[in-house]
């Protein structure tokens, strides 16, 4: 892999080819805005993403670059190499291991990101206290 977790972070994020301005970014990956205004600048220093000025605003939005959105994908493609050999060394036993992780990213999604209805009072499925 070519990308550290933060690149692949912010890569992934835009790949559904929207630009987003340093706030934007930070809301979508619940960091603080210092934070990702050094990822954002280390990931434009190495040509990973454009900077623009967003119309009509004082803001700048940012988008992957031809060589970011190219190194991601490369970086993905070997990601899911790797899970393909790791599941086809299972044989047999890859379904059941795919129902038990299914179930565990289940419950861990649950348990870091609770149903905010359980802290609001209001019903709703989710996690009991």
């Known amino acids: 892999m070519v990308l550290g977790t933060a690149d692949l972070r912010i890569l ?8 987003r301005t340093l706030k934007e970014i930070a809301e979508e990956l619940r960091l603080e805005q210092s934070t990702v ?23 700048h939005e940012f988008s992957a670059s031809a060589e970011g959105q190219r190194v991601f994908e490369a970086d993905v493609a070997k990601s899911m190499a790797a899970y393909h050999s790791g599941l086809e060394a299972l044989g047999p036993d890859s379904e059941d291991f795919l129902a038990d992780f299914s179930r565990f990213v289940q419950a861990y999604g ?8 359980v802290e609001t ?9």
Do not use: C, K
């Open 12 to 19: 992934w994020m835009f790949s559904d080819n929207r630009a």
């Open 37 to 59: 205004n050094r990822q954002i600048n280390a990931a434009l220093n190495t040509g990973l993403l454009h900077r623009n000025r967003r119309a009509s605003s004082a803001a």
């Open 110 to 117: 649950q348990a870091v990101r609770p149903d905010p209805s």
């Open 121 to 129: 009072g209001e019903p709703g499925e989710g996690r009991t206290q």
